[in-house]
T-cell receptor, first 111, second 112 residues
Framework: DQQVKQNSPSLSVQEGRISILNCDYT??????FLWYKKYPAEGPTFLISISSIKDKNEDGRFTVFLNKSAKHLSLHIVPSQPGDSAVYFC??????????FGAGTRLTVKP | ETGVTQTPRHLVMGMTNKKSLKCEQHLGHNAMYWYKQSAKKPLELMFV???????ENNSVPSRFSPECPNSSHLFLHLHTLQPEDSALYLC???????????FGDGTRLSIL
């Protein structure tokens, strides 16, 4: 049972434009959400997180939005840069339990 | 440098071989994890250790055997693996609950 889903396996965006990566989840008890970024031949690195008590968290060019009623999470990157090209994973956890990951979305930012 | 080191980075082995994957973290974390990542699939949680005690085993076949001798080291012993076990194996560690996990760069395992 896949509790965290990233339905878009890939996304291509022009440099300078906004990238929007989406994630849906089924477990309404999830209370902590994260985005990880993964370059080839490296492990995932933590990017940004959000607690369920918030609906937005911003860190520089990266903003995560949480819509609890829709069980939907999104990551906005603006402006997108070629160095942002990577695979992005969303993850969620419930009550300090272990995280569940989506399958990832490959973002390509074209110069 | 994430503070989590995995060796080897690549491993090719036959189905009858025995090998071990090693993970070491220098972050003072108390929880360590093994994940399996197959192509185009979510990361699959395999094992969890908290304070050296195994707290989760997600129905992983017995041909995978974890070992956590101390809170800084984690091993995954491999024995008579199958071709479908070929994947990227990632180790992670975490400090406090609701803090992000820190990942190593993984071991790319190929079973012949």
């Amino acid at each position: 049972d896949q509790q965290v889903k990233q339905n878009s396996p890939s996304l291509s965006v022009q440099e300078g434009r906004i990238s929007i990566l989406n994630c849906d989840y089924t477990n309404s008890m999830f209370d902590y959400f994260l985005w990880y970024k993964k370059y080839p031949a490296e492990g995932p690195t933590f990017l940004i997180s959000i607690s369920s008590i918030k609906d937005k968290n911003e860190d520089g060019r990266f903003t995560v939005f949480l819509n609890k009623s829709a069980k939907h999470l999104s990551l906005h990157i603006v402006p997108s840069q070629p160095g942002d090209s990577a695979v992005y994973f969303c993850a969620a956890s419930e009550d300090n339990n272990d995280m569940r990951f989506g399958a990832g979305t490959r973002l390509t930012v074209k110069p | 440098e994430t503070g989590v080191t995995q060796t080897p980075r690549h491993l090719v082995m036959g189905m009858t071989n025995k090998k071990s994957l090693k993970c070491e973290q220098h972050l003072g974390h108390n929880a360590m994890y093994w994940y399996k990542q197959s192509a185009k699939k979510p990361l699959e949680l395999m094992f969890v250790y908290n304070f050296k005690e195994q707290t989760e085993n997600n129905s992983v076949p017995s041909r995978f055997s974890p070992e956590c001798p101390n809170s800084s080291h984690l091993f995954l012993h491999l024995h008579t693996l199958q071709p479908e076990d070929s994947a990227l194996y990632l180790c992670a560690s975490r400090g406090q609950p609701n803090q992000p996990q820190h990942f190593g760069d993984g071991t790319r395992l190929s079973i012949l």
